[in-house]
T-cell receptor, first 115, second 114 residues
Framework: KAGVTQTPRYLIKTRGQQVTLSCSPI?????VSWYQQTPGQGLQFLFE???????NKGNFPGRFSGRQFSNSRSEMNVSTLELGDSALYLC??????????????FGPGTRLTVL | AQSVAQPEDQVNVAEGNPLTVKCTYS??????LFWYVQYPNRGLQFLLK??????LVKGSYGFEAEFNKSQTSFHLKKPSALVSDSALYFC????????????FGRGTSLIVHP
């Protein structure tokens, strides 16, 4: 069974631009969660989607948004990029709703660099 | 509010020796606890979890963790370290009766020397 895939793997943007990251969960998984990983703040939960509905949201500004499609694929969008948005963005999929009630399977991440 | 602490940024151990990576937590209710490992340029991989039941939890790759409610700890252990165990380890917690949002520790870099 294929694992979680994230595209692109690497991305370079400039301040003020917007970016869209994509995550394809493991086949049959309906839950997708997004995390931001930085050296300073560590690993922080962004949001979770289940069956196309946002179920949980972390403490991030409205510039960070996401959505999930009927095939469970998810996209995350960051508008008006800031230097501090440079991070590794991780996607995780699972079978159940509730970000940590079930075992999550993580993708390799998208490395975003904002210049 | 929930929180988790990994007091050691780095743990060094010789191959073949036992290893311990420490994790303490704080929740208002009962905890769900998790350990994940991250290899360079890779996402996180699930190692083990404690939900309820036996305080000693066995996980992947020979790792185990002991839930200690009185000390609010969930230390990760392995009897005999391998060089290939060298990676970044994350502890995570969620309050059973609280938010669904997990809180991760800052991570501990485990270095196993040959």
């Amino acid at each position: 069974k294929a694992g979680v895939t994230q595209t692109p793997r690497y991305l370079i943007k400039t301040r003020g631009q917007q970016v869209t990251l994509s995550c394809s969960p493991i086949s049959g998984h309906r839950s997708v969660s997004w995390y931001q990983q930085t050296p300073g703040q560590g690993l922080q939960f962004l949001f979770e989607y289940f069956s196309e509905t946002q179920r949980n949201k972390g403490n991030f500004p409205g510039r960070f948004s996401g959505r999930q499609f009927s095939n469970s694929r998810s996209e995350m969008n960051v508008s008006t990029l800031e230097l501090g948005d440079s991070a590794l963005y991780l996607c995780a999929s699972g079978t159940l709703a509730g970000a940590s009630l079930n075992t999550q399977y993580f993708g390799p991440g998208t490395r975003l660099t904002v210049l | 509010a929930q929180s988790v602490a990994q007091p050691e940024d780095q743990v060094n151990v010789a191959e073949g020796n036992p290893l311990t990576v420490k994790c303490t937590y704080s929740v208002s209710g009962n905890p769900y606890l998790f350990w994940y490992v991250q290899y360079p340029n890779r996402g996180l991989q699930f190692l083990l979890k404690y939900i309820t039941g036996d305080n000693l939890v066995k996980g992947s790759y020979g790792f185990e963790a002991e839930f200690n409610k009185s000390q609010t700890s969930f230390h990760l252990k392995k009897p005999s370290a391998l060089v290939s165990d060298s990676a970044l380890y994350f502890c995570a917690v969620r309050d059973v009766g609280g938010s669904y949002i997990p809180t991760f520790g800052r991570g501990t870099s485990l270095i196993v020397h040959p």
